[in-house]
C-alpha cells in the first residue's frame, strides 16, 4: 500500500534550486558595489 507520493513537489525543488544562484549573484553584485564605494572614498580622501 502506498502512502504517498515519492516524487518530490516541483515548484519546492525549483525553489531549492535558484536560491544558492540568487545568493551568489547578489554577492557579487554586493562585492562590485562596495569595491565602487570604497574607490569613490579613496578618490574624495585624494581631492581633500
Known sequence: ???GST?????????????PIAVVVFAIL?????KKDDEMVRSADRLR
Open 7 to 19: 516524487r518530490p513537489r516541483r515548484g519546492r525543488s525549483l525553489f531549492s534550486f535558484y536560491i
Open 30 to 34: 554586493a562585492e562590485r558595489a562596495i
Open 1 to 3: 500500500m502506498i502512502v
